[in-house]
């Protein structure tokens, strides 16, 4: 992965699919079984499969953010980056408020090289969440890309303020 952010990282990032009590028993036990599957896939680097089970969530609860955002996490897990895209737009026109899936999508754009796309989503996610520190990495680096040098150098000291030995963050500043 460009960057640096490794996909270790990522685990952070998986949402919790919340229960609806409008869904109904048979939906709960369904999600709650899908749920515990995708999970098992995954932890086991069966990501296609854990995917499957995620669009099946998607399928019985189609307003379920954080389905889609797995769904989108795991895409971009495996590098297929423009295929994460449509799962976590979709995460984030349900909740505008969940930051993981607008972080990962600026993180997409990035990877694909679309850095004006990228600075948008990483401003969006540092809006959600000020304290998200690879957000905001992300975000100036998506900057310099575009040449925006003084705003990129103002969130990099800030960043290198917050966390002085961030080899990231150095590495960034030059």
Same mark, same amino acid.
Do not use: C
């Given at each position: 992965? /460009?960057?640096? #952010?490794?996909? +270790?990282?990522? +685990?952070?990032? @998986? ?10 028993? $048979? ?15 995954? /932890? ?8 499957? /089970? ?5 399928? =019985?609860?189609?307003?379920?953010? %954080? ?12 590098? #297929? ?9 979709? +995460?984030?026109?349900? $909740? ?8 990962? =999508? ?10 004006? %796309? ?16 690879? @957000? ?14 003084? +705003? ?17 963050? =150095?590495?960034?500043?030059?």
């Amino acid at each position: 992965m /460009k960057g640096g #952010r490794g996909i +270790a990282a990522l +685990a952070g990032l @998986a949402l919790v699919v919340v229960l609806n009590p409008s869904w109904g028993q $048979d939906v709960h036990e369904e999600v709650q079984r899908l749920d515990t599957e995708a999970r098992a896939e995954e /932890k086991q680097g069966h990501l296609d499969a854990a995917i499957q /089970k995620y669009e099946a969530i998607v399928r =019985l609860t189609p307003r379920n953010p %954080a389905a889609f955002s797995n769904v989108g996490r795991l895409y971009y897990q495996m590098g #297929r980056f423009q295929e994460a895209l449509a799962p976590l737009r979709q +995460a984030t026109e349900i $909740d505008p408020k969940l930051e993981p899936p607008r972080a990962l =999508l600026g993180f997409s754009y990035y990877q694909m090289g679309d850095f004006e %796309a990228a600075r948008r989503e990483f401003k969006a996610a540092v809006a959600l969440s000020p304290h998200d520190g690879n @957000a905001k990495l992300f975000l100036a680096r998506s900057m310099l890309e575009l040449n925006e040098v003084r +705003a990129a150098l103002r969130l990099l000291e800030e960043l290198q303020q917050q966390a002085p030995h961030n080899a990231e963050v =150095l590495y960034s500043l030059g």
